[in-house]
């Protein structure tokens, strides 16, 4: 008996994935992602499905939820070798935590797991159905390994506890944003640039007040300082794309029909 089970736990030690699907969104760097996702509800990314899994029947039915999981892979994580223990930004980087009562994404397996909401299914001439999805704290060009329906009546349990996630509370900024900055945003990402900066982009552990951030979105280049609780919006400037970015392979403007 023992032996077999041995056999049969050597055998599935590793597996393969495939990527089924990018998300295309206005994240080009690490900076400034939301640590959960929904935390932006303003946010809009794109689902795009690699060629050989743009079979509209794999989606037949998807149209009826309003909230969908998406799988992925920490690809821009990915390092050899793990450890028990992380510091969670949730306790300012100060504290460990085992890596399985956390979602960072220094783990064996560098999988994420992201609810988002389903906010329409849009056929594109050259890339089939796009899922637009809203609320995903998800990097440009990240892998998508999976994509199922989020149920209610098995998914939500009102009655559960977070852990030391509960005992800490969010750090909301107010946003000073002075009009002359705004003006250099495209206006249909104003939005959701606001509930990115006041989820406190900053790294846990980095707190100096005078210190001037800068993170990348939507083709900006954003640059901002925080002191006593209010972020203010220092600078905007327009980012030169990338080739691949002007060639549209990433970015959900990029896509647009």
């Known amino acids: 008996m023992e032996d077999t089970l041995s056999a049969k ?21 690490k900076f400034g992602i939301p640590r959960q996702s929904g935390l932006a509800r303003s946010l809009e990314s794109a689902v795009v499905f690699e060629p050989e899994y743009r079979n509209p029947d794999a989606l037949r039915g998807l149209e009826g939820f309003s909230h969908i999981w998406l799988l992925w892979q920490f690809s821009e994580c990915v390092r050899p070798g793990w450890s028990p223990t992380v510091r969670p930004p949730r306790l300012g980087g100060n504290e460990r935590r085992g890596v399985f009562a956390t979602r960072s994404p220094f783990r064996p397996n560098e999988i994420g797991l992201s609810a988002v909401r389903l906010l329409r299914m849009e056929k594109r001439p050259r890339l ?8 995903a704290d998800l990097l440009d060009g990240t892998p998508v390994l999976d994509i199922k329906p989020y149920l209610p009546f098995a998914d939500s349990h009102p009655e559960a506890t977070g852990g030391f996630a509960d005992q800490c509370p969010d750090r909301r900024l107010a946003v000073e944003f002075p009009e002359r900055f705004l003006q250099k945003v495209p206006p249909e990402k ?11 982009p900053r ?3 980095q707190q100096d007040t ?11 280049d954003i640059r901002f300082r925080v002191q006593d609780g209010t972020l203010r919006v220092c600078g905007v400037e327009r980012v030169e794309l990338s080739p691949e970015r002007r060639n549209g392979n990433y970015g959900i403007s990029d896509i647009e029909p």
């Open 9 to 29: 736990t050597a055998s599935v030690e590793s597996v393969s994935m495939k990527i089924i699907a990018r998300v295309h969104s206005d994240f080009t760097e």
């Open 128 to 135: 089939g159905t796009v899922l637009i999805v809203g609320g």
């Open 190 to 200: 104003r939005g959701a640039l606001r509930e990115v900066l006041e989820n406190d």
């Open 210 to 220: 005078g210190r001037i951030y800068g993170m990348k979105f939507g083709g900006c």
């Open 203 to 205: 790294p846990s552990y």
